[in-house]
């Protein structure tokens, strides 16, 4: 397989195999063929003429009268057939350019779906910089609230920072998602990618109010799943010594034992994702099917695209004097 055709599969698009340069060049050649073929009925209409003006007798009066079909009654005449050859020919030609323009519509649309698939990829990458701001602003915000401070068991201290955190953090990515593929499939349209084929590709019209409200819910439901279990799995949990401030994205248990623990325990958060995701949307669309959806090869190939890199970062960032966000008071470091 070629790279193209690997970020094809990953992406779960299958590019039509038909050649739409070949089919216009195609029609190109049937519409040569229905210009001779007129070409040759005025020339015999010529030659019939001349016949008739050339000669005298019953003959040439025949000939005429078999060419123009007179002759037999309910016959087809000779001098229809060129007509309906070159007539046949062209409706050809346009079938043919009609199946090259759809077909340039599919691929339009299938690469929108594509480039959608990856942008959301890397959205969800760089994502981890942001969560780790929100997390790390948010419980601070919340650590000084006065309310929090009155709850004396440290058990309800701990779920009352993570359901808030779980929550602001699924809103903002649900958001994000939606926002990104409205901003891409707009722009698709506005390039002149068809509407119609782009909603028969995608299953769903893509600027559809219901369509987005369903998937922002979808979206919300898988980021809760995702951060209840890397919340629950050991490495990412909020006891663990090796937590950092800044957020989950980055490696808290140093060498290769921590970075495949926390790759294992995304892995596991994200396909609680998919799965949540596919629940709520069978219980919104009412199909009932998203029980018996597991995540396809082609999610588990997209997951290890975004997850696999974060085995590498052990640190955000190297930065001085970020007390708002990392907790420092002073100095470089990281969070």
């Known amino acids: 397989m070629t790279p193209e055709q690997v970020l094809l599969w990953v992406a779960g698009v299958q590019l039509p195999k038909a050649d739409s340069d070949g089919a216009r060049t195609m029609a190109g050649y049937y519409r040569d063929i229905a210009d001779a073929v007129d070409r040759s009925g005025t020339a015999m209409e010529k030659v019939v003429g001349q ?3 050339h000669n005298d007798g019953d003959g040439p009066a025949a000939f005429e009268r078999y060419w123009g079909g007179s002759a037999a009654t309910g016959a087809v005449a000779p001098s229809a057939y060129p007509a309906d050859v070159s007539a046949y020919a062209r409706r050809v030609a346009d079938s043919l350019e009609q199946f090259a323009k759809v077909n340039d519509e599919i691929r339009a649309a299938l690469w929108v779906l594509a480039i959608q698939l990856y942008a959301n990829i890397v959205f969800t990458i760089c994502y981890g910089w942001l969560t780790g701001v929100l997390e790390a602003r948010l419980l601070t915000l919340i650590g000084q609230a006065r309310w929090y401070g009155r709850i004396r068991n440290s058990l309800v201290q701990l779920l009352v920072k993570r359901v808030i955190y779980a929550l602001a953090d699924s809103v903002a990515y649900a958001g994000g998602q939606q926002a990104l593929q409205l901003g891409i499939y707009g722009t698709s349209l506005a390039a002149g990618v068809d509407r119609d084929t782009l909603t028969k590709v995608a299953g769903y019209d893509p600027l559809s109010v219901r369509a987005n409200a369903v998937q922002l819910a979808d979206g919300f439901a898988g980021n809760m799943a995702y951060d209840g279990v890397a919340d629950a799995l050991p490495g990412l949990n909020p006891t663990s010594r090796y937590r950092q401030v800044f957020g989950r994205y980055f490696l808290r248990r140093p060498g290769v034992t921590g970075a495949l623990g926390g790759l294992t325990t995304r892995m596991a958060a994200s396909n609680a994702y ?3 995701s596919n629940v ?14 597991p995540p396809t090869l082609q999610q588990e190939a997209a997951k290890l695209f975004i997850h696999v890199p974060r085995i590498y970062v052990k640190y955000p960032l190297r930065w001085k004097n970020w007390p708002n966000i990392s907790g420092q008071t002073a100095g470089p470091g990281t969070p």
């Open 51 to 53: 016949v008739k003006s």
């Open 274 to 276: 998919t799965y949540a």
């Open 280 to 293: 709520t949307d069978s219980y919104l669309e009412g199909d009932g099917d998203g029980w018996t959806k």
